[in-house]
């Protein structure tokens, strides 16, 4: 069967799988179009976030976990997905377009949608149960597959260096009234979209010099500390810092994600430290070694067994951002 032949049904139930991909303040900036049978990926630029994001770094970077999703909930379903990333100089916003062929499931099907379904970002406190180095390597590797570069930061002095640029961030973005006004807008932001404080750590302490992203939310857990001691971090980098490479860089999170879910790990996320210029500037060059720009630093850990899992993150309907031919 070829791509002009997949059924409108199958395109809908392959991006309706795919929009649990995970995007920045959950602002879902992508839109799909039919065509010919295949699938366009384009960014929502409505959606891009002004003053955190002025670049668009992670609104690309959102849309390569949802393009990574749709690869994997295809194969999943049984149509192979050939992606053409960046396909039309003179469309910037288009980023990929995606034709599929009818195929046989793979063997882990079943396995593979479980984690496209269980995956969350899950903020809460990591147990003290360190992440072996392999596991870290392991997931770096998985990352690496799909076009960029990850390597996990298992020196100390890399993960302390690292973990005070992410609170400078914190501190930095926490002084800018644009970058808090905007983080606190996309809290409870709508019904299909946003961060909902259900999910999000009690406030934190007075006490507390490096408040988290979000400043307060409902659960019964105080969070003081983005980055504890026994979180492994995985950063995602690449020779370039351009549209091409943050689109690899989010099927690389996406990638990564995934295989940790199923492995039974928990990862977020620490995008402030990319987002402010000094700090993303340091982690290139202090870090990095200048040998390559960060794009994504990820913490990795174990979430407590006997908690409770989160509720579900809203999503926006498969027809406000799926146009069919």
């Keep these: 069967m070829t791509a002009s032949r997949v059924p409108d049904d199958v395109l809908h139930r392959v991006v309706e ?39 668009g ?48 499931p793979p063997s882990d099907a079943d396995e593979l949608l479980a984690a496209v379904d269980r995956r969350c970002t899950d903020r809460r406190r990591f147990t003290s149960w360190p992440v072996p180095d392999d596991r870290l390597t392991h997931l770096a590797a998985r990352a690496t597959e799909w076009g960029s570069r990850a390597l996990p930061l298992t020196d100390l002095s890399e993960k302390f260096r690292a973990e005070l ?35 999000l750590p009690g406030p934190q302490e007075l006490t507390t010099r490096h408040a988290s992203r979000f400043m307060t939310g409902l659960l019964d857990e105080v969070v003081d500390r983005e980055v504890e001691g026994s979180d492994g971090l995985v950063v995602i980098c690449a020779l370039t810092d351009d549209t091409a490479a943050w689109l690899r860089a989010g099927e690389a999170l996406s990638a990564m994600w995934l295989d940790a879910t199923t492995d039974g790990l928990s990862l977020v996320p ?14 290139r060059f202090e870090v990095l070694g200048g040998l390559a720009n960060p794009l994504v630093l990820v913490r990795v850990g174990w979430q407590a067994i006997s908690r409770s899992q989160l509720p579900r993150t809203p999503r926006r309907p498969v027809d406000e951002v799926l146009e069919l031919a």
């Excluded at 976990?65 to 049984?78: E, F, K, M, S, Y």
């Excluded at 396909?87 to 009818?102: I, K, N, W």
């Design 17 to 55: 799988l795919a929009q649990r991909a995970p995007s920045v303040h959950n602002t879902q900036p992508w839109r799909w179009r039919s065509t010919d049978g295949s699938l366009e990926l384009h960014a929502d630029r409505s959606r891009q976030l002004a003053a955190g994001d002025p670049d």
């Design 57 to 104: 770094r992670n609104l690309v970077i959102s849309c390569g976990t949802v393009l990574h999703h749709v690869r994997i909930v295809a194969d999943a379903l049984g149509w192979k997905a050939r992606v053409s990333h960046l396909p039309d100089p003179r469309q910037p916003d288009l980023l990929a377009r995606v034709e599929l062929s009818c195929r046989r």
């Design 165 to 199: 640029l992410v609170n400078r961030a914190l501190d930095l973005q926490a002084a800018d009234d644009a970058v808090r006004r905007e983080q606190t807008a996309w809290v409870n932001h709508g019904s299909a979209d946003g961060v909902p404080s259900n999910v």
């Design 270 to 283: 620490l995008s402030q430290v990319i987002e402010v210029r000094e700090t993303r500037d340091a982690l």
